[in-house]
């Protein structure tokens, strides 16, 4: 359990004129989580304070991909789908079951539309359908192909003028020539560029917007993804005057009466004390940054880097409970997770490459552990490939585990930080991050995996690749697979040899991308005491929140969709629109 100091300390009379200043709502935390409820607060006319620890908004938010999974939205009714909410429960009742309330994942399929269409309908925000995009577990009753996941729209950042700095860049790596952004759809159109009219102006088009902006700007300002997200809602608040303090630390909560009523903050060298007359929302994006809480909560062995932004260290959660505030109950992992792939920048500090739909499926690939063997469908979600991955440690050592490939894949497809169409790889074998062998069985040698194991696994791939039939885990066998294999690669999308040299090898690490172990909530995202009495006035959502799925990852955009369906319910209830 966390720490917790003596409750008392936190129960004091604070009269009126004590106060510095005064808030109807305050959000700890500007991810998307926070930004809703704020955005919500300010829509609506109340004085709102956003306090962000750092200089910057967006926290993992900013370096996500900006998806947010909502059945029954209004892009898959205005395009015809209707009863997406009764498939949707079937879905998630078979995958969580009674590991978490039902009751609360019923409240996500009506909020979710709603607020999307409140924050169409108030600030513009708007949203492209994915047709295909499966969700996770294709075999469960009630999964679909597309539709419930949704991504932003690119967002101007130049109209966000001098706060565009404030906006948190992506991971370096994810982004092109240092500081363009650009959609995976995008990506796939920009690889043909040398045959296609079209992608050559669409390359032209991203590439000289792109250079007229690093004439004034540190990096391209045509957002996409989740930047794109963070951004709109950000320009929103800073629209409506909402206040926002950055670099602030908030050290303790005070409640008075059973009430959180407001907090102590520390800024530019001052201590404030902060009244937040309607609510305090929690919205610190968890503790997957958290070396200490990782070790108390994670699987082992812990992991030592996240994708997820660093100042995500479980603050928040601290505080709460320093006012009586409980924890959800651990699950078995605590965290939604990436395989991610490591190397050192060149200024040194560290990349955590999360390999997410870019490689893994693709033909030619497999995983394996020391043993050279492989342990999962290396197309299965990055949350269910991690878990795998655990699994296949208890037996035999599988952290890292290895993709295995040859060359002629990383031409075609890349893998990881290498991007495809490379025609030097020097740089990145002299880093250690790509190993590479002129046999498999040398291959294996280098990376320290069981050479009669690795050959043996090749060869038995390289025949269901023939066939199109993975008979060990049915790599392609499923929607989700084949939505990021290759169409044009037959029989099997995510099927193809291994077979010629010289072979690489990439090891991937678990990393957490969020955790789902939070504060317990009820269905208004007011927290809970362990009695199950609400603090009244206190509100956690996002990655805060105790995860609603029971640590399960249902589909693209599920944290996303999850944070601000509830950001927007957290702020409803407490300016007392619920
Ligand atoms: C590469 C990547 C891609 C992803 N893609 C997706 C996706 O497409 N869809 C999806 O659903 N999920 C995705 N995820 C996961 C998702 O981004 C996060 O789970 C989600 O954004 C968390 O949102 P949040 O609002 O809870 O927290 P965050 O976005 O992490 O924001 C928390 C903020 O709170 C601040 N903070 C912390 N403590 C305090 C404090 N005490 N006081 C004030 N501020 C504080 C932090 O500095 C941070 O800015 C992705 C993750 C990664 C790493």
Redesign the pocket.
């Known amino acids: 359990m966390l720490r917790v100091n003596p409750m008392e300390g936190n129960e004091l009379k604070y009269p009126t004129e004590q106060w510095d200043e005064e808030y109807d709502l305050v959000v700890?935390?500007?991810?998307?989580?926070?930004l809703t409820a704020a955005n919500v607060s300010a829509i609506e006319g109340k004085r709102t304070l956003l306090?962000?620890?750092?200089c910057r908004?967006?926290?993992?938010?900013a370096?996500?991909?900006?998806?947010?999974?909502i059945p029954n939205n209004c892009y898959q009714r205005r395009s015809g789908t209707t009863g997406d909410t009764k498939a949707a429960l079937d879905y998630l009742n078979a995958l969580v079951g009674d590991r978490w309330d039902a009751k609360l994942r019923e409240i996500f399929i009506a909020a979710g539309p709603e607020m999307l269409e409140y924050l169409e309908q108030h600030i513009d925000l708007r949203w492209l359908m994915y047709d295909v995009q499966p969700d996770y577990i294709q075999k469960l009753p009630g999964a679909t192909t597309g539709g419930r996941a949704l991504m932003p729209l690119p967002f101007d950042g130049r109209t966000l003028g001098k706060d565009f700095e404030r906006v948190r860049e992506p991971?370096p790596e994810l982004m092109l020539f240092g500081g363009m952004m650009i959609t995976r759809g995008e990506a796939a159109r920009l690889l043909r560029v040398g045959r296609n009219l079209d992608s050559f102006l669409l390359g032209a088009k991203l590439c000289g917007r792109f250079l007229w902006d690093r004439l004034r700007y540190k990096r391209g300002t045509r957002l996409v993804l989740?930047n794109a997200l963070v951004a709109h809602l950000f320009k929103n608040l800073l629209d409506r005057q909402a206040t926002i303090w950055y670099s602030s630390?908030?050290t303790r909560l005070i409640a008075h009466n059973g009430r959180a009523c407001g907090l102590v903050v520390q800024r530019d060298g001052t201590e404030l004390h902060v009244r937040a007359k309607r609510g305090i929302v929690l919205?610190?994006?968890?503790f997957p940054a958290s070396p200490e809480l990782r070790e108390r909560y994670f699987p082992k062995p812990v992991v030592h880097f996240t994708?997820?932004?660093e100042?995500?260290?479980g603050?928040?959660l601290l505080?709460a409970r320093e006012i009586g505030a409980s924890l959800g109950s651990p699950g078995n992992d605590n965290a939604?997770w990436?395989p991610s792939s490591i190397a050192t920048r060149k200024d040194g500090s560290t990349a955590v490459y999360?390999h997410?739909v870019l490689d893994r499926a693709k033909p030619g690939l497999i995983a394996v552990n020391s043993a050279g063997r492989r342990f999962s469908d290396e197309a299965s979600s990055y949350h269910e490939f991690v878990r795998a991955m655990y699994r296949s440690n208890r037996d035999v050592p599988s952290i890292p585990a290895w993709l295995i490939c040859d060359r002629r894949f990383v031409w075609k497809y890349g893998i990881g930080m290498i991007s495809p169409l490379r025609p030097f790889l020097n740089a990145f074998i002299k880093r250690g991050y790509l190993s590479v062998a002129d046999s498999v069985e040398e291959l294996a040698h280098r990376i320290g995996v069981d050479a009669v194991g690795l050959v043996e696994t090749v060869r038995t791939h390289n025949e269901f690749a023939r066939s199109g039939v993975d008979i060990d885990f049915g790599k392609g066998s499923n929607a989700y697979d084949r939505a990021y294999g290759d169409p044009a690669h037959l029989p099997n999308p995510c099927l193809g040899p291994i077979n010629r040299p010289p072979y690489c090898a990439v090891a991937v690490f678990p990393t957490p991308?969020?955790t789902s172990l939070g504060l317990l909530t009820n269905a208004h995202a007011q927290v809970l005491e362990s009695s199950g009495r609400p603090i009244e006035g206190l509100y956690a959502c996002?990655?805060?929140m105790q995860n609603i799925f029971g640590g399960e990852y249902p589909g693209?955009?599920?944290?996303?969709?999850v944070?601000m369906a509830f950001g927007y319910l957290a702020t409803r209830h407490a300016i007392g629109m619920a």
């Open positions: 700890l935390g500007s991810g998307v989580a926070g306090i962000e620890k750092s908004v967006g926290g993992t938010s370096l996500s991909s900006g998806s947010a999974w991971i989740g630390r908030t919205a610190g994006g968890g994708s997820a932004y100042g995500c260290t603050d928040t505080l939604l990436f999360p997410i991308l969020g996002g990655n805060d693209p955009g599920a944290q996303i969709g944070g």
